[in-house]
């Protein structure tokens, strides 16, 4: 028995499912790639909450008085509320360049396997919701703890809540069509179509309107001390880059299997 599996491993014959061709010693470099910068990501996303209830103090005016309420650590939202309202932006504007470029090669053959231009775009879509979701239920906390209400409907909400209306458009008519070619032309088209009324309302309308954000921007970004910036643009902002990146390989690596898995015989 042993002669025969020293024989059969010499002339390349699979023994226990491996094959003579794949060292399994060869795997670990494929499934281990890209770990160090997931690992600075994760380290780069602890030192931002350490940083954020620890190095950051609270927020109070010139006579000792704390602001924002919860004692002036009310402010410590922004370090959540921006990155993911930001990563929200991200996602729209990477999904409408993945779906123009699927738009732009379709009418060519396109190359045997899962339409990767497509998925991009999908996996982007299905990220913007959630991040816009995670800034509306901050920027809810943050408006309660300003101005004394959850929800105002002020200009900035309001907007917020047509972005995640058409991120979820986006998706309900992405699940309603079964062909795949025409699910991925229709979702491109709107994709692209959408992203000039989701930029305006994320950007221009708040800022062409009298609303309360604008005030809250003054007080984040001017008032406040250089510690809050140094959090906010130098450890939350690239960790949550970071993150999206990451959540996005591993959305797309999982529509890419659902792809195969469907189109398999």
């Known amino acids: 028995?042993?002669?025969?599996?020293?024989?059969?491993?010499?002339?390349?014959?699979?023994?226990?499912?491996?094959?003579?061709?794949?060292?399994?010693a060869d795997r670990p470099a494929v499934r281990f790639r890209g770990l160090w910068w997931k690992a600075?990501?994760?380290?780069?996303?602890?030192?931002?909450?350490?940083?954020?209830?620890?190095?950051?103090?609270?927020?109070?005016?010139?006579?000792?008085?704390?602001?924002?309420?919860?004692?002036?650590?009310?402010?410590k939202l922004i370090f959540f509320h921006v990155p993911c309202a930001w990563m929200a932006c991200v996602a729209y504007v990477a999904a409408a360049w993945y779906a123009a470029r699927y738009l732009a090669r379709c009418r060519r053959p396109l190359p045997a396997g899962p339409p990767e231009d497509d998925l991009k775009s999908a996996a982007a879509m299905e990220l913007g919701l959630l991040f816009a979701v995670l800034a509306t239920v901050t920027g809810s906390i943050f408006s309660h703890n300003e101005w004394g209400m959850y929800w105002s409907w002020d200009p900035r909400q309001t907007s917020i809540v047509v972005v995640m209306l058409l991120f979820a458009g986006y998706l309900v008519l992405r699940g309603a069509l079964d062909d795949p070619g025409v699910r991925a032309r229709l979702s491109a088209a709107y994709a692209v179509v959408a992203v000039v009324p989701a930029l305006f309302l994320i950007w221009v309308l708040p800022r062409i309107v009298e609303t309360l954000h604008g005030f809250a921007n003054e007080a984040v970004f001017v008032g406040l001390g250089a510690s809050f910036r140094l959090v906010l643009y130098g450890l939350a902002l690239p960790a949550f880059i970071g993150l999206f990146t990451w959540m996005f390989q591993l959305r797309l690596r999982a529509m890419k299997l659902e792809w195969r898995r469907d189109e398999a015989p």
């Open 1 to 24: 028995m042993g002669q025969a599996r020293a024989r059969d491993h010499q002339a390349g014959t699979p023994i226990g499912g491996l094959s003579g061709h794949a060292a399994p």
């Open 40 to 75: 600075a990501t994760a380290l780069w996303m602890c030192a931002a909450i350490a940083a954020a209830f620890v190095y950051v103090g609270p927020v109070q005016t010139a006579s000792g008085q704390p602001v924002f309420t919860m004692g002036g650590h009310g402010a």
